[in-house]
């Protein structure tokens, strides 16, 4: 193979090289349009608290860590009793859980789990004075009353088109309301009750009526970022994604994504990441360009193809050359 050949095929081989790393660079980093993805830069998605806390999805409610925080956000499917009862297992053993619904599909389970706080989604409040950007998100207030840990430094709660909640029994407490001059779309006045939460065994619900509330969109807005912080900072966060009908975990993006993540794990097995690395290091040589070599005889011909160059540079005289043509045709 001449070096013209030689430098076409490395031409080729380091242009799928650049295209798999640029692939797989891609995959794994760029942005997607998934709501509710981590890696979502979009008003409806959660790449804010992904990159601020320790978020992870996850597709089963078994098995999670004590003291950890699962979120419930805007589910579609209903939650069965096995799953009601891990949930009510996590609370009880010191778990918080944050439902932020205002559908009523997580209806379901905070039943499921005994709450005395129900979500009635029937209702969507406005308010034309206390809001962040217009009626529909109202600013919701802080009780005074209220004392939660979670609760420090946050006075303001904005919200888009929350659902009001209703409380039963002694257990659930309100933790922030609306203004007197908010209301439903059927015409109910305010102030409404939009969050609330209550313990269970040595754990903690807490419920808003938005399921909006840790999107991009809104989780910086009033006092949202700090009682966001107060609840996920420190902890190991679970997003539930098994409530969805469609999750980030089983878009196209994301299975693409595990499939490079399980390539990556086989490949780093020994002896096979050894047998990966001396490949690479057999495509770095084959890459780099190599100096075309010539023997004595090619180079003198070379050279005397250019008697005025080489004159000029080496001060061979005329007489000099004609001897060295004779003997290199002797030869």
Do not use: C
């Not at 966060?237 to 499939?259: C, G, K």
Request: proline share 4%.
């Amino acid at each position: 193979m001449n070096v013209g050949r030689r430098n076409t095929a490395r031409g080729i081989l380091a242009a799928i090289l650049l295209a798999v790393m640029a692939f797989v660079v891609l995959v794994q980093y760029a942005p997607d349009s998934v709501a509710f993805s981590p890696n979502n830069y979009g008003w409806n998605g959660l790449q804010g608290i992904s990159s601020a806390y320790n978020v992870n999805l996850t597709n089963s409610l078994s098995s999670l860590p004590t003291r950890a925080v699962l979120a419930i956000l805007q589910p579609s499917v209903d939650f069965g009793s096995a799953d009601a009862n891990s949930v009510k297992g996590f609370l009880l053993g010191g778990g918080t859980v944050l439902v932020a619904d205002k559908s009523g599909v997580a209806n379901s389970l905070l039943s499921g789990v005994g709450a005395g706080i129900t979500i009635e989604s029937q209702y969507s409040i406005s308010d034309p004075v206390y809001n962040w950007k217009g009626s529909t998100v109202p600013t919701a207030l802080v009780l005074q009353t209220a004392h939660e840990a979670y609760l420090a430094n946050v006075s303001g709660i904005a919200l888009n088109q929350p659902s009001p909640l209703a409380l039963s029994g002694s257990a659930a407490s309100k933790v922030a309301i609306t203004s007197q001059f908010s209301e439903t779309q059927v015409g109910n006045r305010g102030p409404f009750v939009v969050m609330a939460s209550e313990q269970i065994g040595a754990g903690t619900l807490v419920v808003v009526g938005d399921s909006q509330f840790l999107l991009n969109s809104e989780w910086t807005i009033a006092s949202n970022r700090v009682l966001i912080g107060n609840l996920f900072a420190n902890r190991s966060v679970f997003i539930d994604t098994s409530h969805w009908m469609n999750s980030p975990l089983t878009s196209s993006t994301a299975q693409v994504r595990a499939e490079l993540r399980q390539t990556y794990a086989t490949i780093s097995t020994v002896p096979l990441r050894y047998g990966f690395a001396l490949l690479m290091v057999v495509l770095a040589l084959l890459l780099v360009p190599q100096r075309e070599h010539r023997t004595n005889r090619e180079d003198m011909r070379i050279w005397l193809r250019t008697p005025e160059k080489s004159r000029a540079i080496n001060g061979v005289r005329e007489g000099d050359r004609t001897h060295i043509d004779r003997n290199f045709d002797a030869s």
